[in-house]
Every structure is written in C-alpha cells, then in structure tokens.
C-alpha cells in the first residue's frame, strides 16, 4: 500500500526517474502524473470481491491432495456462514484429506463470535482467550467489561495439520480468528507480512463528522487472560514469513500458497 501511494502525484507533476528492467542497463525517463483510478482501486483487495462469490469456498488442490478453504468475510448471514461453513468441513472430513489451508488473506473481519465458532471446530477443549478493558477516568486504569472472548468446540472436528493464509488485509474478527487458530500452535501462519493490527473494539468509538463523514478508533483495549495486550497495533507474525518476488508481486505465482502447502507436507512428512 505504500507503493500503490508513494506513486501517485498532483495530476500535471512531471518527474524524472531512472530504472533498469531485469537484466537490462538503466534508462531516463520522464514521467507526467494522470488522472488514474483504475490501477487504485486494483490495488485496493475490498473493492475487487465478486458480489456473487459465496463468502466460503473450497477445494481439494489437485497436486498435494490437501485442502483449502477461503474465506472472504465474517460479517455475512449468521446462518449462511455457519451452513457452508459445516457443509465445507464436512465434505473435507469425508475425503479425508490429511491437511488444510485457510485462505483469510481478503478477510476485513466482522463478526468476532461467528470467528470463534469457525475456530472452534479444530480444538477439543475450550479456553479463555482475551478480555476486553476499558479506561476508568475516575480510577486511572483500564478495567474490564463484558463477557470474556472464549473458545469451544465444534460440533465438527479437524484434527489435521492446519496453515492459515494472512495478509495487512486481514483486519478485526479476521485477526481475532488467526489468533484463536495460532494458540497452542494448532496453526501454521504464513503470509508476506502481518495482519493489519486493528483488533480494539470500536463500538464506542463511533462519530460523524461534518461533511457527511465518520470516524471510529478503538476505546477498548484486547488483552490476554495475563494482562497483555494482544494484535492491536502489530498483528500477528507469521510462523512462515514469504519473500516478495517480482512474480507474486506481479500476480504470476502465488508464493504464499506454495509456502503453506510446503509446510504442511513437511509436517505430514510427504516429499
């Protein structure tokens, strides 16, 4: 994202810049800003979901015989989420395939007990896993509200080598997910970078602006069951960090995806 703006000018700039393609010697050029928002809102993964993609989709890949599953959203119909949700893990548990991927990588998040749901279906014993505080202006510190954020299990269960697919992209419920499948190290995370660190409840933190706009920040404060803060502002690190190469910069390869299945059939001791 900072290559998508740091290339973006006042219509009009001219500037001069000197470039060599692989292979090649350097070359001058001079450029002059236009007018483009085409190749911004490419770049922008919210604005290029198919509306009439289902929010869950699967697959067996055809070479490795593992699973993969994508999910796009955690904020569609409850009752929808959780059917294809089933119906997926059902389908994989009778194949029987012996490892998955889920892709979350295009995830803005959305509802955090719909996550813990989903995430419940690869654990067999439930656990507390963060609390929500809150600042006290009369006390001076933060305090907890609410219920705690808590795993179960599923009516399902995968027991098999799991590797989460992450990106900045991934935002809210998203991370609150990958955070629930990484504890014990049930999953393997792997990614270019973090997920985006915005994990604080903003509820409360809600307001309209003049001029017809909105703003909302976080006011309460995600924290460990030990009292640390958790995401906010950081994400989470993937176990398998991937190099950006000019091939999965460009769309040729999918580098991530390559370095997932490698990892899980290290893990299944397959070649």
Not at 7 to 22: D, E, K
Not at 65 to 85: C, H, K, P, V
Not at 118 to 143: C, H, I, P, Q
Not at 165 to 191: I, K, N, P
């Amino acid at each position: 994202m900072q290559l998508v703006f740091l290339t973006r000018l006042p219509v009009g700039t001219s500037l001069a810049i000197r470039f060599s393609n692989p292979g090649g010697a350097p070359q001058d050029a001079t450029l002059e800003a236009v007018a483009d928002i085409d190749s911004l809102i490419a770049a922008l993964p919210g604005f290029n979901v198919d509306q009439l993609q289902q929010p869950i989709e699967g697959e067996v890949l055809d070479d490795s015989g593992i699973g993969y599953l994508q999910i796009t959203s955690f904020s569609e119909d409850y009752n929808l989420m959780a059917r294809l949700w089933d119906f997926h893990l059902q389908k994989l548990l009778d194949a029987e395939i012996p490892a998955l991927i889920i892709d979350v990588r295009s995830n803005p998040g959305g509802s955090g007990a719909l996550a813990m749901d989903f995430a419940g279906y690869f654990f067999d014993e439930s656990m507390v896993l963060s609390t929500e505080k809150y600042f006290n202006d009369r006390t001076g510190a933060f305090e907890e509200r609410g219920i705690p954020s808590r795993l179960e299990p599923g009516p399902l269960h995968f027991s098999g080598p799991v590797a989460i697919l992450v990106s900045a992209d991934c935002v809210s419920a998203c991370e609150g997910f990958v955070y629930a499948m990484s504890q014990g190290h049930r999953a393997t995370v792997v990614g270019h970078s973090a997920t985006a660190g915005a994990y604080g409840e903003v509820g409360r933190g809600q307001y309209t602006m003049p001029g017809d706009l909105s703003l909302q920040f976080p006011t309460g404060r995600p924290e460990t069951p030990e009292g640390d803060l958790i995401i906010e502002g950081v994400g989470i690190q993937p176990d398998v960090l991937v190099p950006i190469t000019r091939a999965s910069a460009l769309g040729e390869s999918d580098a991530v995806l390559a370095a997932a299945v490698q990892a899980l059939q290290q893990q299944l001791g397959s070649p």
